[in-house]
């Protein structure tokens, strides 16, 4: 028989009042688990989502304004080609779908239109996330491919495939525009010249909306012998996975690439940063809660406890238990309780999460591995720091005075 | 000389804000192997000066001394120590740990030594063997007698080889003959195993085991023989 012995006694003697003193930091305990499982699923679910909405990350030259990629003046910088290359071949991770372009104002006849070189197998598929990172930590970030096996076992669509028009292109093709196309009024299968040069009308791409609607689109090599800027391009647009992006993809895409300007299409990043940022916060003030409320609860139940328990204190100091033992024999029950409170607390939040995540967020909630250790090292801490008083004043009890009172 | 209280006094501070006098001025030696009886009439001071005696208590002023060992300015620690390795308590209520068994209990102050739990196991049935509870070992306190609570008080007094077995009217809550079963046995660890036994008692038919014999009146020791 050991200390640990006497306490697990104890502990089983009063086990119902156990549950009580254990409930404050349980409930504590499950509701982190199923806001940070409910949280990180849905960050995954709308990480996906933006990723899907298509390039967030621009790459144009130093000096160069985000008006430059949209109005392609005749004298707007540009960058060599090879740099789509500097970035494949580097380490980064979280960057999918890179598309050089170069952008170019041209006149057809009276009216002027951009052409925009592009290369048609824009699927240059650069190490994306799931592929250089495959561990435990990993499952918690949203994977930038859509076409993982991971996100579609979770319900989200690959959506992209069909943004995914253009896959290939002749050197004497040209795809156009809605709106250009209206303006030329040409069809699938007409001719229109550019700069002297006959190109085929492939296709008349379906309205979007968009500034696309009013370019002409040709194969980046084509465009850049007609505009005689060879290997050069205007822009490189990116898919950059929006946890990459958090995390500082852009710093290190600048030290890659030095002489550029990186820039993110904001809106779409920051709203994902504002959400995640937000759902941390509502962790965080979660967490002080129950740190409070955890904490003076099994303190509380401790109190009670040690007051129940003084004749019997007094008995363990009077065979020759010390104070200190007396202490240690209170923390490692407090120990003991936040740890069955941490594994009840993170069951109870993840089935909590698996139930609720589909009717509150419509989001398909798993259990979250990492949030194990976590519930259980977390409640521990609680359990203890809320002991320590109790466990001091029990020590302190005076053996004496317990014999006189019985 | 072998254990030693010169010139004690003890005050206790009451919340009130007075002062009781428990003991005022007490000097006693006793001897190895002897059976002290403390008498006196109630709240004379008897369970404050056996408290003392047993390190379990600080005298306000004076000093005690076991084997010429100071102990009034010994810490914590080493009067644990000293508790739990010379001395056995026996209480009048029996002050056994209600979730643990009677071996369990006995087992206690074993715990603090570097034995095993098998070792442990033996001595504590070895112990309740001597005070004749070889059937109720596994007995939870509630489910024993009264006197067989105290037999098991006693096997864990003994249980760490005590040098002196400090008894705090361990009779008072006995019928007459359940009281002399306990008082022989404490006689017979006197005798057959040569333990100090010091004991505080109201009964004069207890204080006839003691082969010494102390009297307090309002804190003072007024008889020694
Ligand atoms: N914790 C305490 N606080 C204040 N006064 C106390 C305390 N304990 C004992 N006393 C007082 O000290 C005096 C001596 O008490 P003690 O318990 O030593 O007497 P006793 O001889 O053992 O009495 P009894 O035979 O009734 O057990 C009593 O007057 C008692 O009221
Ligand atoms: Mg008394």
């Not at chain 1, 910088?77 to 980064?92: A, K, M, Q």
């Not at chain 1, 007051?307 to 008995?315: A, L, M, P, T, Y």
């Not at chain 2, 040569?194 to 085991?209: D, N, W």
């Amino acid at each position: 028989m050991n200390l640990f012995n006497l306490v697990l006694l104890e502990l089983w003697h009063r086990k119902s009042r156990l549950i009580s003193g254990l409930m404050a930091i349980i409930f504590g305990i499950a509701v982190i688990v199923g806001i940070r499982s409910v949280a990180t699923f849905s960050e995954k679910a709308v990480a996906v989502k933006l990723d899907n909405l298509g390039a967030n990350i621009l790459v144009l030259p130093q000096g160069a304004s985000t008006d430059d990629y949209y109005t392609a003046d005749i004298d707007a910088p540009t960058f060599p080609e090879n740099y789509v290359e500097r970035i494949v071949t580097s380490d980064l991770s979280g960057v999918d779908n890179l598309s050089p372009k170069l952008s170019r104002r041209v006149k057809i006849g009276e009216e002027s239109f951009v052409l925009t070189g592009i290369l048609p197998a824009n699927e240059i598929t650069a190490k994306p996330l799931w592929q250089t990172s495959g561990l435990m930590g990993a499952e918690l970030k949203a994977s930038c491919a859509p076409s993982n096996t991971a996100n579609q076992s979770l319900g989200y669509k690959d959506e992209r495939l069909q943004r995914k028009t253009i896959d290939s292109l002749a050197a004497v093709d040209c795809y156009v525009g809605f709106i250009a196309a209206k303006k030329l009024s040409v069809v699938e299968g007409g001719k229109i010249s550019i700069e002297n040069k006959e190109f085929n009308v492939a296709k008349v791409l379906p309205e979007t909306g968009t500034i696309d609607d009013g370019r002409i689109f040709a194969h980046l090599h084509t465009v850049q012998k007609l505009l005689g800027i060879e290997n050069q391009i205007s822009a490189i647009e990116i898919m950059g996975c929006c946890n990459a992006i958090s995390e500082g993809l852009l710093s290190k895409m600048r030290n890659i690439l030095p002489d550029t300007r990186i820039t993110t299409i904001g809106q779409i990043v920051s709203t994902q940063l504002e959400t995640n940022k937000m759902m941390n916060q509502i962790s965080l003030i979660f967490l002080i809660i129950i740190l409070l409320v955890g904490g003076i609860s099994i303190g509380n139940y401790m109190w009670a406890n040690v007051n129940e328990r003084k004749k019997e204190i007094g008995i363990y100091r009077m065979v020759g238990f010390s104070q200190s033992k007396i202490y240690s024999m209170l923390l490692i029950k407090s120990v003991i309780l936040g740890f069955f409170g941490g594994i009840l607390g993170y069951i109870i939040g993840t089935f909590a999460g698996i139930i609720l995540g589909p009717q509150l967020a419509g989001i398909i909630v798993q259990p979250i591995a990492v949030l194990f250790p976590f519930s259980i090292l977390l409640s521990i801490i609680i359990s203890v720091i809320g002991s320590l008083i109790p466990a001091y004043q029990a020590s302190r009890i005076e053996p004496y005075s317990i014999m006189q009172e019985s | 000389m072998y254990l030693q209280v010169k010139n004690i006094t003890k005050q206790y501070h009451h919340h009130n804000g007075t002062v009781i006098n428990a003991l005022s001025d007490v000097s006693v030696t006793i001897e190895k192997g002897r059976f002290v009886t403390i008498t006196g009439s109630s709240g004379s001071g008897k369970s404050t000066l056996l408290f003392i005696l047993g390190g379990l208590l600080r005298p306000s002023s004076g000093s005690i001394f076991f084997n010429e060992q100071p102990l009034h300015s010994a810490g914590d620690n080493a009067l644990s120590a000293f508790r739990q390795k010379h001395i056995g308590y026996v209480m009048q209520s029996f002050s056994l740990i209600p979730y643990l068994t009677a071996e369990e209990n006995v087992m206690v102050p074993l715990s603090l030594l570097q034995k095993d739990k098998k070792t442990q196991m033996e001595i504590a049935r070895e112990l309740l063997t001597t005070v004749g509870l070889s059937d109720r070992m596994q007995h939870y306190p509630k489910e024993l007698s009264a006197g067989q609570q105290q037999r098991v008080a006693i096997a864990r007094a003994l249980a760490n080889n005590p040098s002196v077995i400090l008894a705090d009217e361990p009779t008072g809550n006995l019928d007459p003959s359940l009281a002399s079963e306990i008082l022989t046995l404490l006689k017979e660890l006197n005798t057959k195993n040569g333990i100090t036994i010091i004991m505080v008692t109201h009964s004069p038919e207890a204080a006839k085991y003691g082969n010494v014999k102390i009297h307090l009146k309002d804190g003072c020791v007024t008889k020694t023989n």
